[in-house]
């Protein structure tokens, strides 16, 4: 990965910007988390804004600019790519205040990926008190990209911070308000027992 140390209008470790994503290994084995931007999400072809070994019980915290879209993963040792992209569920996020941003747990490349949960100020997406919490799920089979062919989990969530819409091509959109100056702690579980919708 890049790796950047220092503010770079994208992704950098460090704690100095107003929105922070810090991940933490909640599993007993070694995990990569890897993060990139809207163009650089095949990262069979692109190298990661952010490539970070993360040991059971480690963390690290990750500086998002104001007005950066992205995405992050965690990849074990079993975990594989599906057509470029990081087969596994992923944290999706748009850095901007209140309505503007958002960020959210996506299963629709992989339904059986690593369990990820991202708690920020509003909203948690992913799991929630052993129930699934504002995540995008397929509706059937275990990968899906088609409009119409997923949707939000609402679960243990609330309605309003867990914002459901329609996009433009009649698929699902949302996810969980951004706070301003938004710091999201994601815990990567180490497992795939994802609960039951």
């Known amino acids: 990965g890049i790796n950047a ?3 770079n209008g994208a992704l950098w470790i460090g704690t100095d910007s107003n929105y ?3 991940f933490t290994n909640d599993g007993d084995q070694s995990v990569a988390v890897i993060c990139w931007d809207a163009a650089s999400m095949w990262i069979n072809a692109h190298q990661p804004k952010i490539f970070v070994n993360l040991k059971a019980g480690e963390q690290t915290t990750i500086s998002i600019a104001e007005g950066f879209s992205g995405g992050c993963g965690a990849a074990a ?30 299963r629709e490349i992989n339904m059986d990926g690593l369990v990820l949960t991202s ?34 989990a609402l679960g243990a969530a609330t309605q309003g911070p867990c914002m459901v819409g329609t996009a433009s091509d009649g698929g699902a959109s949302g996810g969980c308000q951004f706070g301003d100056g938004e710091h999201m702690q994601v815990t990567i579980a180490g497992h795939r027992n994802w609960p039951s919708a």
């Open 5 to 7: 140390k220092k503010s």
């Open 20 to 22: 922070k994503a810090t």
């Open 77 to 106: 040792t079993d975990s594989s790519l599906f057509m470029g992209l990081l087969n596994e569920s992923i944290l999706e996020f748009t850095a901007y205040p209140k309505e503007k941003g958002c960020f959210d747990i996506s």
């Open 119 to 152: 708690k920020g100020s509003q909203c948690t997406s992913g799991v929630s008190g052993g129930q699934l919490s504002c995540v995008f799920v397929c509706k059937s089979g275990t990968s899906c990209e088609d409009a119409g062919s997923y949707a939000i």
